[in-house]
């Protein structure tokens, strides 16, 4: 069955340094997702993107994070100047259309640590 | 502003019994709710979909029932197992957006 991956499964960096976040979503969806959860809580919304462009963002995604979609396969989430409370796993989803009837299909996660 | 609450927090079981997880929403303007699973350090694996109009759902040993003017969803689980052992999550969908709200979880542990 097809899956969304995501690399590193782990990144491990210095607080103030940029860091990007690779997702390769299901080759056939349009709609891609970033979300992320802080050990202990909730799973939170970032962003959604569509067609390339961005269609909804989260009150977190501020001007330090930007996504990307490179070529026709990957998805990206850059971190321009990470801070300590970056630290989270960020998961990538995708969805094959935009309604209700489609569920959106996550990937593991990149566990992101801010040292 | 939307709020999912997922109760018990935490439940143990013992082998073999049917078990009742409750996700509660303070809107029940929803598009749809969904049901996941996470295993630990794992990403989230999708269960269920309920539409807003519909009332329930099935997948094997799994079933959600959705009563949206109440603002509740449950997920039975039957004849629960160890391999059930996992954290369960439900989401919500506002109208007019496709992000999912998710609720604070249910850590369940099935004991052998």
């Known amino acids: 069955e097809p899956e969304v991956t995501q690399t590193p499964s782990h990144q491990v960096t210095q607080m103030g340094q940029e860091v990007i976040l690779r997702c390769v979503p299901i080759s056939n969806h349009l709609y891609f997702y970033w979300y992320r959860q802080i050990l202990g809580q909730k799973v939170e919304f970032l962003v959604s993107?569509?067609?390339?462009?961005?269609?909804?963002k989260s009150e977190i995604f501020d001007d330090q994070f930007s996504v990307e979609r490179p070529d026709g396969s990957n998805f990206t989430l850059k971190i321009r100047s990470t801070k300590l409370e970056d630290s989270a796993m960020y998961f990538c989803a995708s969805r094959f259309m935009e309604q209700g009837n489609q569920p959106q299909h996550f990937g593991d996660g990149t566990r992101l640590s801010i040292l | 502003k939307q709020e999912v609450t997922q109760i018990p927090a935490a439940l143990s079981v013992p082998e073999g019994e049917n078990l009742v997880l409750n996700c509660s929403f303070t809107d029940s303007a929803i598009y749809n709710l969904q049901w996941f699973r996470q295993d630990p350090g794992k990403g989230l694996t999708s269960l269920l979909l309920i539409q807003s109009s519909q009332r329930e759902q099935t997948s094997g040993r799994l079933n959600a029932s959705l009563d949206k003017s109440s603002g509740r969803s449950t997920l039975y689980i039957a004849a629960s197992q160890p391999g059930d052992s996992a954290t369960y999550l439900c989401a919500v969908t506002p109208p007019g957006t496709y992000k999912y709200i998710f609720g604070t979880g249910t850590r369940l542990k099935v004991l052998a």
């Open positions: 993107f569509y067609n390339n462009e961005i269609s909804e």
